[in-house]
Protein backbone atom coordinates (compact mmCIF):
# COMPACT_ATOMS: atom_id res chain seq x y z
CA UNK A 1 0.00 0.00 0.00
CA UNK A 2 1.37 3.23 -1.06
CA UNK A 3 1.40 6.10 1.48
CA UNK A 4 2.05 8.74 -0.67
CA UNK A 5 1.93 8.76 -4.24
CA UNK A 6 2.53 11.05 -6.68
CA UNK A 7 1.37 10.87 -10.35
CA UNK A 8 3.51 11.10 -12.64
CA UNK A 9 6.64 10.23 -12.04
CA UNK A 10 8.07 11.62 -14.85
CA UNK A 11 7.02 14.69 -16.73
CA UNK A 12 8.67 16.36 -20.06
CA UNK A 13 7.34 19.24 -21.98
CA UNK A 14 7.96 22.63 -23.61
CA UNK A 15 8.80 25.80 -22.38
CA UNK A 16 5.14 27.87 -21.76
CA UNK A 17 2.98 24.70 -21.16
CA UNK A 18 0.77 24.43 -18.16
CA UNK A 19 1.08 21.31 -15.85
CA UNK A 20 0.08 19.67 -13.36
CA UNK A 21 1.39 17.18 -10.79
CA UNK A 22 -1.35 15.21 -8.21
CA UNK A 23 -0.52 14.34 -4.95
CA UNK A 24 -2.22 11.81 -2.56
CA UNK A 25 -1.70 10.23 0.58
CA UNK A 26 -3.68 7.83 2.47
CA UNK A 27 -1.91 7.80 6.11
CA UNK A 28 -5.27 9.86 7.06
CA UNK A 29 -2.99 13.12 8.06
CA UNK A 30 -4.25 16.70 7.82
CA UNK A 31 -0.87 18.22 6.62
CA UNK A 32 0.40 18.25 3.03
CA UNK A 33 3.84 19.69 1.53
CA UNK A 34 5.14 20.52 -1.59
CA UNK A 35 9.04 20.46 -1.93
CA UNK A 36 11.56 21.46 -4.84
CA UNK A 37 14.88 19.59 -5.42
CA UNK A 38 17.20 21.09 -7.97
CA UNK A 39 19.68 19.67 -9.71
CA UNK A 40 22.12 20.22 -6.73
CA UNK A 41 20.10 17.92 -4.50
CA UNK A 42 19.08 20.98 -2.65
CA UNK A 43 15.22 20.49 -1.09
CA UNK A 44 13.66 23.40 -0.29
CA UNK A 45 9.72 23.78 0.49
CA UNK A 46 7.29 25.44 -1.40
CA UNK A 47 3.77 25.40 0.02
CA UNK A 48 1.78 23.68 2.75
CA UNK A 49 -1.54 23.13 3.53
CA UNK A 50 -3.62 22.06 6.89
CA UNK A 51 -6.73 20.57 6.52
CA UNK A 52 -7.24 21.75 3.04
CA UNK A 53 -5.88 25.31 3.84
CA UNK A 54 -2.72 27.11 3.08
CA UNK A 55 0.02 27.56 6.10
CA UNK A 56 3.28 27.51 4.43
CA UNK A 57 3.83 29.57 1.40
CA UNK A 58 7.66 30.36 0.40
CA UNK A 59 8.99 32.68 -1.87
CA UNK A 60 7.87 30.81 -5.12
CA UNK A 61 6.72 32.61 -8.63
CA UNK A 62 3.04 33.33 -8.78
CA UNK A 63 2.80 30.68 -11.56
CA UNK A 64 2.84 27.90 -9.11
CA UNK A 65 -0.83 27.11 -7.43
CA UNK A 66 -1.29 24.93 -5.48
CA UNK A 67 -4.91 22.98 -4.43
CA UNK A 68 -6.13 20.66 -2.21
CA UNK A 69 -9.69 19.36 -2.23
CA UNK A 70 -9.65 17.88 0.04
CA UNK A 71 -7.36 17.03 3.13
CA UNK A 72 -6.09 13.53 1.04
CA UNK A 73 -5.12 15.67 -1.90
CA UNK A 74 -2.59 17.97 -2.49
CA UNK A 75 -2.28 18.68 -6.17
CA UNK A 76 0.36 21.15 -7.96
CA UNK A 77 -0.41 23.72 -11.48
CA UNK A 78 2.37 24.73 -12.88
CA UNK A 79 1.83 27.70 -15.52
CA UNK A 80 4.00 29.49 -18.56
CA UNK A 81 6.81 26.64 -17.71
CA UNK A 82 10.16 27.92 -17.39
CA UNK A 83 13.70 26.16 -18.21
CA UNK A 84 14.49 26.50 -14.42
CA UNK A 85 11.89 24.87 -13.02
CA UNK A 86 13.13 21.63 -14.46
CA UNK A 87 13.45 19.95 -11.00
CA UNK A 88 11.73 17.30 -9.02
CA UNK A 89 9.23 17.68 -6.66
CA UNK A 90 8.07 16.22 -3.93
CA UNK A 91 5.41 15.69 -2.35
CA UNK A 92 4.82 14.89 1.56
CA UNK A 93 2.71 14.52 4.16
CA UNK A 94 2.35 14.65 8.33
CA UNK A 95 0.09 14.78 10.89
CA UNK A 96 0.05 18.06 12.66
CA UNK A 97 0.80 18.71 16.52
CA UNK A 98 1.14 14.83 17.63
CA UNK A 99 3.37 13.01 19.67
CA UNK A 100 5.38 11.87 16.42
CA UNK A 101 7.00 15.38 16.03
CA UNK A 102 5.28 15.73 12.59
CA UNK A 103 7.14 13.32 10.73
CA UNK A 104 6.41 13.95 7.38
CA UNK A 105 6.63 10.90 4.87
CA UNK A 106 7.04 12.12 1.43
CA UNK A 107 5.72 10.48 -1.76
CA UNK A 108 8.56 9.05 -5.01
CA UNK A 109 8.93 12.28 -6.65
CA UNK A 110 8.08 13.63 -9.87
CA UNK A 111 10.78 15.01 -12.30
CA UNK A 112 10.18 17.52 -13.88
CA UNK A 113 12.08 18.41 -17.77
CA UNK A 114 11.33 21.74 -19.61
CA UNK A 115 12.81 21.93 -22.81
CA UNK B 1 14.13 30.41 11.37
CA UNK B 2 16.67 27.43 11.43
CA UNK B 3 19.14 26.32 9.42
CA UNK B 4 20.90 23.32 8.81
CA UNK B 5 24.85 22.43 7.81
CA UNK B 6 25.92 19.12 6.96
CA UNK B 7 29.47 19.89 6.36
CA UNK B 8 30.38 17.02 4.05
CA UNK B 9 29.05 17.05 0.47
CA UNK B 10 30.44 13.50 -0.61
CA UNK B 11 31.85 10.88 1.51
CA UNK B 12 33.70 7.84 0.16
CA UNK B 13 34.09 4.96 2.35
CA UNK B 14 35.25 0.65 1.77
CA UNK B 15 32.81 -1.86 2.75
CA UNK B 16 32.96 -2.63 6.36
CA UNK B 17 34.12 0.66 7.47
CA UNK B 18 32.63 3.10 9.72
CA UNK B 19 31.16 6.37 9.13
CA UNK B 20 29.88 9.33 10.34
CA UNK B 21 28.45 11.85 8.42
CA UNK B 22 28.37 15.47 10.41
CA UNK B 23 25.23 16.93 10.88
CA UNK B 24 24.90 20.79 12.83
CA UNK B 25 21.44 22.17 13.16
CA UNK B 26 20.79 26.28 14.46
CA UNK B 27 17.40 27.46 15.65
CA UNK B 28 16.30 29.73 18.57
CA UNK B 29 13.44 27.00 19.42
CA UNK B 30 13.49 23.48 20.38
CA UNK B 31 13.55 21.48 17.50
CA UNK B 32 13.11 17.88 16.20
CA UNK B 33 15.72 16.09 13.95
CA UNK B 34 15.47 13.76 11.31
CA UNK B 35 18.03 11.98 8.61
CA UNK B 36 16.42 10.96 5.68
CA UNK B 37 17.60 8.59 2.89
CA UNK B 38 17.72 8.97 -0.61
CA UNK B 39 18.79 5.94 -2.91
CA UNK B 40 19.14 6.99 -6.75
CA UNK B 41 15.75 8.21 -8.50
CA UNK B 42 13.99 7.15 -5.44
CA UNK B 43 12.33 9.57 -3.22
CA UNK B 44 13.25 10.28 0.69
CA UNK B 45 12.65 7.80 3.36
CA UNK B 46 12.82 8.43 6.97
CA UNK B 47 16.06 6.63 8.55
CA UNK B 48 15.32 7.92 11.79
CA UNK B 49 14.44 11.07 14.62
CA UNK B 50 15.18 12.59 18.02
CA UNK B 51 12.19 14.56 19.10
CA UNK B 52 12.92 13.82 22.69
CA UNK B 53 13.90 11.60 25.47
CA UNK B 54 17.20 9.41 24.79
CA UNK B 55 19.56 11.19 22.94
CA UNK B 56 20.86 8.42 21.08
CA UNK B 57 18.32 7.01 18.49
CA UNK B 58 18.77 4.05 16.46
CA UNK B 59 17.45 2.71 12.94
CA UNK B 60 16.71 -0.19 11.85
CA UNK B 61 19.26 -1.22 9.58
CA UNK B 62 22.16 -0.33 12.14
CA UNK B 63 22.52 4.08 11.74
CA UNK B 64 22.35 5.77 14.66
CA UNK B 65 22.80 9.00 15.22
CA UNK B 66 23.09 11.15 18.69
CA UNK B 67 21.75 14.64 19.46
CA UNK B 68 24.09 16.75 21.29
CA UNK B 69 22.74 20.40 22.54
CA UNK B 70 25.32 22.11 23.69
CA UNK B 71 27.52 21.44 20.18
CA UNK B 72 23.92 21.82 18.22
CA UNK B 73 24.77 18.60 16.58
CA UNK B 74 23.17 15.46 15.16
CA UNK B 75 25.83 13.50 13.08
CA UNK B 76 24.73 10.03 11.98
CA UNK B 77 27.12 7.26 12.32
CA UNK B 78 27.66 3.57 11.40
CA UNK B 79 29.49 1.54 12.90
CA UNK B 80 30.09 -0.73 9.27
CA UNK B 81 28.75 0.36 6.07
CA UNK B 82 27.40 -1.85 3.69
CA UNK B 83 27.54 -1.21 -0.36
CA UNK B 84 23.78 -0.99 -0.29
CA UNK B 85 23.99 2.24 2.08
CA UNK B 86 25.10 3.66 -1.26
CA UNK B 87 23.05 6.90 -1.42
CA UNK B 88 22.12 10.68 -0.39
CA UNK B 89 21.88 11.66 3.21
CA UNK B 90 19.78 14.63 4.56
CA UNK B 91 19.39 15.96 7.80
CA UNK B 92 16.62 17.74 8.46
CA UNK B 93 15.64 19.83 11.71
CA UNK B 94 11.95 20.72 12.81
CA UNK B 95 10.69 24.05 14.24
CA UNK B 96 7.74 26.04 15.18
CA UNK B 97 4.47 24.78 16.84
CA UNK B 98 1.31 23.11 15.43
CA UNK B 99 0.56 22.69 11.59
CA UNK B 100 3.41 26.09 10.66
CA UNK B 101 5.83 23.27 11.37
CA UNK B 102 8.92 23.34 9.21
CA UNK B 103 10.90 21.20 7.99
CA UNK B 104 14.37 22.27 6.92
CA UNK B 105 16.33 20.14 5.15
CA UNK B 106 20.62 20.54 4.76
CA UNK B 107 22.41 20.21 1.85
CA UNK B 108 22.60 16.62 1.42
CA UNK B 109 26.13 13.83 1.96
CA UNK B 110 26.58 11.57 -0.55
CA UNK B 111 27.75 8.31 0.70
CA UNK B 112 29.36 6.38 -1.50
CA UNK B 113 30.85 2.83 -0.02
CA UNK B 114 33.42 0.99 -2.30
CA UNK B 115 34.20 -2.70 -2.68
Known amino acids: DTAVSQTPKYLVTQMGNDKSIKCEQN?????MYWYKQDSKKFLKIMFSYNNKELIINETVPNRFSPKSPDKAHLNLHINSLELGDSAVYFC??????????????FGPGTRLTVL | AQSVTQLDSQVPVFEEAPVELRCNYSSSVSVYLFWYVQYPNQGLQLLLKYLSGSTLVESINGFEAEFNKSQTSFHLRKPSVHISDTAEYFC?????????????FGSGTQLTVLP
Open chain 2, 92 to 104: AVSAGSGSARQLT
Open chain 1, 27 to 31: LGHDT
Open chain 1, 92 to 105: ASSQAGTSKGDTQY
